[in-house]
Nanobody, 114 residues
Framework: QVQLVESGGGLVQAGGSLRLSCAAS????????IGWYRQVLGKQRELVAS???????NYVAFVEGRFTISRDNAKNTVYLQMNRLKPEDTAVYYC????????WGQGTSVTVSS
């Protein structure tokens, strides 16, 4: 059974930083591509960044240069380092195993105050 557990969210002032973690189990982690998504209440969940099994990364335009996705295969964990946070980054952040349906964690809430 695939399990993803996100952590690291919280309240931060604009311009601050947070590092999110996504711990995975029940998959061959080193062979899995992982994505970080976010969702604002009432809106669709949207992709923020992804990392392939080889470590290739992709970002959406509104986070590029501010967010960094990385992975530690020894710890079965993917990270999202978020710098220069803006109020519009406020959302619940989720990780997801790309290509595997219904593989979502419970999410971690990020609130950026102005």
């Amino acid at each position: 059974q695939v399990q993803l557990v996100e952590s690291g969210g919280g309240l931060v002032q604009a311009g601050g930083s947070l590092r999110l973690s996504c711990a995975a189990s029940g998959i061959i982690f080193s062979s899995s591509a992982i994505g970080w998504y976010r969702q604002v209440l009432g809106k669709q969940r949207e992709l923020v960044a992804s990392i392939s099994s080889r470590g290739n990364t992709n970002y959406v335009a509104f986070v590029e240069g501010r967010f960094t996705i990385s992975r530690d295969n020894a710890k079965n964990t993917v990270y999202l380092q978020m710098n220069r946070l803006k109020p519009e980054d406020t959302a619940v952040y989720y990780c997801h195993v790309l290509g595997l349906p219904n593989t979502w964690g419970q999410g971690t809430s990020v609130t950026v105050s102005s």
